[in-house]
């Protein structure tokens, strides 16, 4: 059965890099149906095992919990289960299958958009994974670039779930909607505050958040 066979009539909303327990409370009451954590160190929108804890338990029902890690060990992501209560495990990385599974969760693997990139062989490598995330390439960043790619070049009979990233806000997500048919959409930096100096990465706006999810329905 591939991907256009099972999708839903409005795709899933993930807003990601939430590191405040506002910021959390803010999407879910915009209809959010899943914020991403971010467990890696080098992210501007790293958490703390403590501080993911918190936005966890304030989260109201029915808003799923999801995991980012990149190239993380297990012992690492075990210790963060232990008092995280996770939902989805997101691999952004360079993990292989066998370092996907076995953690007692469902999980989705990225994968970033090289010109190269075969995602025919990727889901079929992948393919115990609950969906793929499919995100833009930028040499050395693992996900998080706020820059969009060709969508175009995503078929439309891949045989698992696709979770459409990359340079999302609420100005292009309708025409990537109506364009990829994904089964969920997931955004970071598209809905963050912008201050003199720049992006301020993990503060959302709670605006964009609305106009975000507005656009997708």
């Not at 149906?33 to 993911?52: C, E, M, N, Q, W």
């Not at 209560?85 to 953690?103: I, K, M, N, R, V």
């Amino acid at each position: 059965m591939n991907r256009q066979q099972t999708l839903p009539s409005v795709p899933r909303v993930k807003i990601c890099g939430i590191t405040r327990v506002e910021d959390a409370l803010s999407a879910a009451l915009a209809g959010v149906d899943a914020i991403g954590l971010v467990f890696y160190s080098r992210s501007p929108r790293f958490v703390t095992r403590k501080v993911a804890a918190e936005i966890c338990a304030a989260l109201p029902p029915f808003v799923t919990t999801v995991g980012l890690f990149v190239n993380a060990g297990r012992a690492e992501i075990a210790e963060i289960l232990e008092t995280v209560p996770l939902d989805l495990l997101q691999f952004h990385g360079d993990e292989s299958p066998a370092q996907c599974e076995g953690h007692g969760r469902n999980w989705i693997k990225a994968v970033r958009m090289k010109d190269d990139v075969d995602l025919y062989a990727c889901a079929r490598q992948y393919h115990r994974a609950a969906g793929l995330l499919v995100d833009s390439y930028v040499p050395g960043v693992p996900g998080g670039t706020g820059e969009t790619f060709n969508w175009g070049r995503l078929p439309d009979d891949l045989s698992l779930p696709l979770v459409l990233a990359g340079g999302l806000h609420a100005g292009n997500v309708a025409e990537a909607v109506t364009q990829v048919r994904p089964w969920a959409v997931d955004v970071s930096g598209g809905v963050e505050l912008d201050t003199l100096q720049g992006r301020q990465g993990g503060i959302k706006d709670a605006a964009k958040i609305r106009a975000f999810i507005n656009s997708v329905k």
